[in-house]
């Protein structure tokens, strides 16, 4: 994990415990953005440590132009029964799921925004509450690049009730 990813993750642990007590409907549903550097990086650690897991990864997933959409169905694979990950201590989890509920979306002339998602349960105050965490997120994604976050959106606008933290 970067650093910036590392950063991210130290705000949100308040907001992350929050969602695991709730409900992790972040892991239960929709698509989850993986940079073809992740997406390498995961199939490494499954071929070393999890290999029953690296053909139903693959299945889920979706190649495009420099990433790929995981399809999560109806619970991401590597949720374990006390609704934590299994990829998240080894380092390979993916960056998005440490945005959660952050998402940066397309606007009016491919003008990125940071939004924090409402469709979850009531966590995601914190982060309206915490302005470094949208700051933190647009340093990540000025450093995996504009370019790559705006042929995601082009693929898969996404979809969920947000409040816009932050223009960029």
Known sequence: MSGDAAATNDLNA???KACQQA????????????????????????TAISPADLPEFRARS????????????AGCQFLDTWNLCRLHVPG???RECFWWPLHVFAGAD????VCVSTD????????VQEPRLANELQTEVE?????LILKLRKQFPGVCQRIVLKKF
């Open 14 to 16: 308040p907001l992350a």
């Open 23 to 46: 409900c992790v409907k972040c892991c239960r549903e929709g698509k989850i953005f993986i940079p073809d550097a992740e997406f390498t990086r995961i199939e490494h650690w499954l």
């Open 62 to 73: 979706t190649a495009h132009d420099g990433f790929h959409l995981y399809e999560q169905g």
């Open 92 to 94: 390979v989890k993916p």
């Open 110 to 113: 491919d003008q990125l925004e």
């Open 120 to 127: 979850c349960c009531s966590a995601y105050k914190h982060v």
């Open 143 to 147: 450093g995996l690049g504009r370019d």
